[in-house]
């Protein structure tokens, strides 16, 4: 039995994300480096701002953090409560995990990485897709809590796998993505009309997330709004390669798309969304999709 | 008004258009290489087996051919009868819609490219997807025709755009068929659960049509069911590649998934399914995706 | 025996090239569509400047173009001599040597494709390389005329072969360019010293002439001096890219260079030295090469 | 003043390296973990098989083995001379180096890391090229040490520059393998000459290590003699990759040549010569390169 849970990292998903769990549980405490944050959570969703070291004191602690490295860094030095489980919703690095996994077990916790994906919408409406990696044991018993946020909610592996399908998910966003941006300046060169173009392709064996909703959504009307930053694709692309590199496989495509959306992520403003990422594109044939 | 139609090029795709034709017209033509098939499809479905040259005589003329080269084989020497229609539904070559569309524009006739989309259960049901180039006044006489056999019909640009459009739909499902190759590899290689991580795939923004349709109807199941054959899809890569050339423009994604499916094409059967070029993957790394 | 040789083309190449001839034969021709440039070519060497038409009548016949569309153009409409010789040293297109040889074979004349590396420098000491393809016995008559202008005179094969060796060096020249830039770039980053670097590696096995001259002599000077314009290696690398494409192979690591070389050219100034591809490379980092 | 010298790691390069020791230097320890090859040393050169721990007490230690990884492996634990100065000839990781030598400053002792290249042939003449990272002062130091077996010898930089260097030296030479391979298979299945083509080149702006040894020696004569292993050349490019993606940078070239050297290596015997990366494109194409 769950009595009570911990949400630490309250950045525009984990706010969200955090909001659903007093509905499911008795106690819940939430914690954030900007503490203010997490005072005005408690306000608004009736969750306890408590210290870091109190906060980990609960049955599961959720982290959803920017990077593997600041759990790490968060992780190291606190001292947990044997049998709790900590599920990291962070998007991180698989081999991080396997360590966070190995350290939490001489304290008797058991680490799931357990990225999601939805985007803020499905954060704030707790539809999120979460897929997990760790003790399969660990992840029956997180089970309710993860239902508290999520929908649709996998057990795909051991420790990392998790985060392994969330680095794939996302790098074949970013093949999707560039192949699009070049397939439709391409069309646009040749006088095509672009909408009716989409509409054909999304009824056909073409389509794609990115054909679906980024490019009507976030291209053609040249709104871009910033909800996942082109510097985190980046981040995202690379663990997927190094996934790559460390089963000593080849993978052609995922190489030179980590490649353009690094370019794309240097030449672009940090405050970039992703689907920014069509102006490399856009800057070598000075066509603009839209 | 449409009095009379004809369909060239009974097909695993051309023989079920042409059956929906009767529904909607008085009189209809058909017309094969070999000619049984014709003479079999008028059996079945009430058409009229013709020569090649009574066939043209009529209002509208479809022509389902595999190659842009072959109806240009078979157009060279024609009479036609001035303001018919002809609506090439060939995957074809933008250049040569161009050259056609010129060339019948002598004998009074409008050339439209307009390749379909939906496969043959499309075909069969006649909701296949026609992204139609050329006149725009010859598109509206012609609808009717189009209508009999698409379901969305989508007028998108000057000759030539109908074939574009095609081709940059199956550059995209050949990127994602080697990008989802590679990440599943992967995946696999560090253990993941390639089911359930396909389930999460595919309620993310990386999902296409590749991850919702062909890896668990043609690939995990090892099916490969020959329905569009993995040379065809060769030759539409080019095709894409060749309308990046003429525009002068840069597209590394699209130049390199053009090289591995060549190469995939190379190393397999001529009759092997598209969906068969997974197989170059796995021979490099020795991983079945099953 | 060669009484008369002509050289069309008088541009930075064909100029010198052409002031070797009168040391060789009695009568030399020269015509240049800016014919002010025939008639100062004529008084500093003593050639003829003579109309194209006459030019022609010559035993052997030069020409030195930027593409191969022009020499089709130019040829387009002639009246040669039966059993004259035509050398183009244009960096053409294999298949339009293949047409051109035929077409001029109606007239009883041989057309070679001969096109030529060593830069101006190489032009002004007759110490080109020449790379001919076409009738082997023409070859044989024709080498006093190439031996005039060139060092090493290669017959590699058929109508065609010596433009495809041509651009094929021209796209292993493009190759180096880009992994030479991406790799020095990357050293950069990490602090190296870019000069004692590479003195190593002009002694190792990843030296290129573009580590031995281009690197060195073009790059890390800043000099970039426009010998051979950046838009006409992307056209060759074009070439190379349609070899492949037409033999139906897999050539992955020509297929991107043959992008990001468009993607340079596309970004610069059109009156480019090919060097300035590594500016692509340059703006994606930052990083400047010197 | 070097009074002592020691050499770790008696393999096909390090045997012949540390040969020419003994002539230039008073005491030479010698050691290698098959410790029958360090006494069958002593008795051809003669230098002095000890152990490990003695060995390590020279003024210089030079180490030559297959990784980095082997080399830390081989350091952790042992006591050194303070004073005394570290080479590690091995073709390693720039991470590891400023590791290595951060952790012997402790001990105060100073590492360089050197890698070499020239191959057996410039072992066994003290001709190698050899790129230093380190400590300036401790470079001017050992350079009499460098000296006995090298001829060109340079400081390139801080720690890992050396090793930085060599990467990408590597992966240049691994570029050119590809784009060889990738070329010269297209003229053949063009027909051209691949003699006569290869020496048009090599006088030509496309020539490199690869167009001047490796093809005509190792390829077109099908001998393919094992100097160098494919695995390592395909680790070297690792080593590249990560330096690029350490950096943040973008190269599609290298990402991509890394791709292909491992799908090749993948497909190799482990005891391949990397030369035989060839095979992957002869694969694909059913051309043989001869």
């Not at 799931?112 to 997990?132: C, H, K, R, W, Y």
Request: glycine share 8%.
């Amino acid at each position: 039995m769950i009595h009570s849970v911990a949400f630490i990292g309250l950045g525009a998903m984990g706010y969200r994300m955090a909001a659903h769990l007093p509905k499911h549980f008795e106690t819940v405490f939430v914690w954030n480096r900007n503490f203010s944050k997490a005072e005005q959570h408690a306000t608004e969703y009736g969750t306890l701002a408590v210290s870091l070291q109190d906060a980990v004191q609960a049955d599961i602690i959720f982290s959803c953090l920017p990077t593997s490295q600041d759990v790490e860094a968060l992780i190291s030095g606190l001292e947990l409560k044997a049998g709790s489980i900590w599920i990291d919703c962070t998007s991180g690095v698989p081999e991080s995990a396997k360590n966070l996994a190995d350290a939490l077990q001489t304290q008797q916790v058991t680490f799931l990485d357990a990225p999601v994906s939805g985007q803020t919408i499905g954060a704030e409406n707790a539809t999120l897709t979460i897929m997990v990696g760790g003790d399969a044991e660990a992840f029956e018993k997180a089970l309710p809590a993860l239902q508290a946020i999520g929908k649709l909610i996998k057990h795909v592996g051991n420790s990392g796998a998790g985060f392994a399908v969330k680095a794939v998910n996302n790098m074949l966003l970013a093949v999707n993505l560039c192949s699009v941006a070049e397939g439709f300046t391409t069309l646009k060169a040749h006088g095509v009309n672009l909408g009716e173009a989409l509409d054909c392709i999304n009824a056909s064996s073409g389509k794609s997330g990115v054909t679906e909703t980024v490019l009507p959504q976030r291209v053609l009307n040249r709104s871009f709004p910033l909800t996942f930053a082109l510097p985190l694709l980046a981040k995202d692309t690379g663990i997927a390669l190094d996934l790559v590199r460390d089963a000593k496989l080849s993978a052609p495509v995922i190489a030179l798309t980590q490649s353009l959306i690094q370019a794309a992520s240097d030449l672009s403003p940090a405050e970039s969304d992703f689907s920014s990422a069509v102006k490399l594109y856009e800057s070598w044939s000075k066509i603009t999709l839209e």
